[in-house]
């Protein structure tokens, strides 16, 4: 049962499914209850019984009648590694959808530049799922092309896949290096997330490009 129990903050969630995305990354959904987000918002999430929780964006669409996320399992992780345990019918802890990372309505008739890397992916699925006539680009950083998070869920003509361990991308290398040998589209939305060092050297070759600090949204996972 969805909201089953509450503890201060805290509501506990039903599992649904677990799904394996590749070999490093599961697909965790749980009733939605009668919460409401906006695409690119994030839950902090824990098992029950456990205070730690970690920020996970929101992988589903608004339209979806359940919450999704795509979760890394970090070695060692505190969170991520309790969380992949978890079965159908166990329960976790959520606190309700957060953050500001979304895109507003008026920026929704430009080409919009979703720029990530591992499971920053996951904010731009809920983005683009939830508004299908977006006109987007998505370049997606990733090691090989085994560590893609479901690439048939895109236009193929939408998606540019940067794998920097080989050349089984459509292009070999960084995302970085993708954005300083291609054209970049001076009045396009750039909305960045995943790592920290791949948004800062993005920041920089947008802003040396003329991208005007306004036109670039970020959102550091790690
Ligand atoms: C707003 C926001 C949204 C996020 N959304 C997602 C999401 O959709 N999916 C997702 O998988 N994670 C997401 N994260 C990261 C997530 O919150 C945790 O940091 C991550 O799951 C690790 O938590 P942990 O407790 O397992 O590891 P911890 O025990 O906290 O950390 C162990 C070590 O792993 C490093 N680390 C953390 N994340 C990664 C990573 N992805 N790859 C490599 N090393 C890492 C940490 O820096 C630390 O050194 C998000 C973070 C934020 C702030």
């Not at 690119?40 to 970690?54: C, E, F, M, S, T």
């Not at 940067?162 to 939305?189: M, V």
């Amino acid at each position: 049962m969805a909201e089953a129990r509450t503890n201060g903050n805290n509501i506990s969630h039903s599992i649904l499914s677990v799904r394996t995305i590749n070999d490093k990354v599961f697909a965790l959904r749980f009733e939605k209850g009668s919460h409401s987000f906006i695409p690119g918002q994030y839950l902090q999430i824990g098992v029950p019984g456990d205070a730690k929780k970690r920020a996970f964006s929101i992988y589903s669409a608004v339209t979806d009648t359940f919450f999704e996320l795509v979760i890394k399992m970090v070695e060692g992780g505190e969170v991520s590694g309790p969380l992949h345990e978890l079965k159908p019918g166990d329960a976790i802890e959520m606190e309700a959808p957060a953050g500001r990372f979304t895109l507003d309505d008026q920026l929704k008739h430009k080409h919009i530049i979703f720029i990530a890397s591992g499971t920053g992916i996951s904010p731009f699925h809920s983005i683009i799922k939830s508004n299908p006539k977006l006109n987007y680009t998505l370049i997606h950083g990733v090691r090989t092309k085994a560590d893609l998070i479901e690439p048939e869920a895109y236009a193929p003509e939408k998606l540019i896949t940067c794998t920097s361990r080989d050349t089984t991308g459509q292009f070999h290398g960084r995302i970085t290096r993708y954005l300083t040998t291609h054209p970049i589209d001076k009045n396009a939305e750039y909305f960045l997330c995943g790592n920290g060092t791949m948004i800062e050297e993005v920041k920089e070759i947008l802003a040396q490009n003329q991208i005007a600090a306004q036109q670039i949204h970020t959102e550091v996972f790690y």
